[in-house]
Structures are given as C-alpha cells and as structure tokens.
C-alpha cells in the first residue's frame, strides 16, 4: 500500500451565482453510485453520459458545502447544455488532481 498522499478533487465553480466549491470524495462517489446503480471504480459510470447522470454527477460533487441542494433541483434548474459546461469543468478538475498525484507519487519514489 502506497504512503503517497492522494490529492482529493476539489475545485471552484460558480453555481446560483455565488462560488462555491465541487469536491469528488469518497463520500461523493458512494453517493453518486448509489443514485445511479453505476460503479466508479470499473469505468462504467463513465460510459455511457446522459443528462441523468451529470444531473447526479453535480448533486455528488456539492454535498460536501451544499448540502441542502437535492438532485430534484439540479434537474429543475439546469438545462443539458449548463450540465455540459459543469461536465467540463469536473472532468477538467478531476483530471488536474490525478495528474497531481501522479506527480506527487512519482516525487515519492524518485
């Protein structure tokens, strides 16, 4: 098991006009497979994107300091192209934090 510290996603975007910040933890991602049925961990949830999904995807990632939004009002409010531009911004923010810690791993071993 490594000791690397791993760089858990969290980001900011700007939602109902504020900003406020995404974070894809743990606890995110167990919400989110138990909304979808989908695993995390094999890909599959990456598959196939749909509307419902990203819905679930946003919903995941704000509980953490938004904890009062439920995934009936991020359906209510938000249109498939908003979803998209937040898709975006999650996977461009995911994405930074494992090139982080693959940078810190790599440090780690060198």
């Known amino acids: 098991m490594s000791n690397a510290k791993k760089a858990i996603p969290e980001f900011e975007v700007d939602f109902r006009g504020k900003k406020t910040k995404l974070v894809y933890n743990n606890r995110a991602f167990c919400l989110l497979e ?33 904890s009062e939004v439920t995934l009936d009002s991020i359906r209510d409010e938000f249109s498939n192209e908003e979803l998209l531009e937040y898709a975006q911004a999650i996977i461009e923010g995911v994405g930074m934090a494992l090139s982080s810690d693959s940078k810190k791993n790599d440090e780690a071993v060198a």
């Open 34 to 66: 138990e909304k979808t049925g989908l695993n995390s961990l094999d890909g599959s949830l990456w598959r196939n994107i749909n509307a419902s999904l990203l819905s679930a995807l946003l919903w995941a990632g704000l509980q953490k300091y938004n």
